[in-house]
């Protein structure tokens, strides 16, 4: 049975950055057929997915447009965990962030962390 | 990007009751569609994916239906703890996308 414990902070400063971690349990983030996901929810977006990564050989970085420009997701393949950095912070980031696997054969979102609340604030 | 519009964006209803959401894609995505449920304060819940397979452990009375463009959420006789949003998503390609949202209220 996966599990994903989110960890970062709750509260950033605007034009800061924030950073998210995503600890895997009962999967490996090296897993070929899985990616890792991140995704936000907020009243004014809904859900807006933001990045994954996957490993073919080689590891492959996707990324929304939206964000292309101030997003980068990393991996610590030791720790078995994935990481999100959203730079450049402005309030309409606020949202509630959740990683999330995803089974590529199935192309799934099967398996959620318990998300985080971010508030963009000063 | 594949937008995914869902209708209705709310609905009362009463336990007992079959109720129906649908979605819609704004190009063709075969069976690449996937269905969430979402309590308050909950990560969303895988429910059904391909358009009409059921994850484990999700109770027969919730289907899905549809290809194309036009998918179906049934729920043949709403139970009380199926209060709560309900979300559509294309797997065709990225970015995932997802509907707006159907929450489903007591009557």
């Known amino acids: 049975q996966v599990q994903l414990q989110q960890s970062g902070p709750g509260l950033v400063k605007p034009s800061e950055t924030l950073s998210l971690t995503c600890a895997i349990s009962?999967?490996?983030?090296?897993?070929?057929?899985?990616?890792w996901n991140w995704i936000r929810q907020s009243p004014s977006r809904g859900l807006e997915w933001l990045a994954r990564?996957?490993?073919?050989?080689?590891?492959?970085?996707e990324y929304a447009v939206s964000v292309r420009s101030r997003i980068t997701i990393n991996l610590d393949t030791s720790k078995n965990q994935f990481s999100l950095q959203l730079y450049f912070l402005s309030p309409e980031d606020t949202a509630l962030y959740y990683c999330?696997?995803?089974?590529?054969?199935?192309?799934?979102?099967?398996?959620w962390g318990q998300g985080t609340l971010v508030t963009v604030s000063s | 990007d594949i937008q995914m519009t869902q209708s209705p964006s709310s609905l009362s209803a009463s336990v007992g009751d079959r109720v129906a959401i649908t979605c819609r894609a704004s190009q063709s995505i075969s069976t690449y569609l996937n269905w969430f449920q979402q309590k308050p304060g909950k990560a969303p819940k895988l429910l059904i994916y391909?358009?009409?397979s059921s994850q484990s452990g999700v109770p027969s009375r919730f289907s899905g239906s549809g290809s194309g463009t036009d998918f179906t959420l049934t729920i043949s006789s709403l139970q009380f703890e199926d209060f709560a949003t309900y979300y559509c998503?294309?797997?065709?390609?990225?970015?995932?996308?997802f509907g707006q949202g159907t929450k489903v209220e007591i009557k």
């Open positions: 990564t996957y490993y073919r050989s080689k590891w492959y970085n």
């Open positions: 009962g999967d490996s983030v090296s897993r070929n057929n899985a990616a």
């Open positions: 998503q294309q797997s065709y390609g990225i970015p995932w996308t």
């Open positions: 999330v696997r995803e089974d590529k054969a199935r192309q799934q979102l099967d398996s």
């Open positions: 391909a358009a009409s």
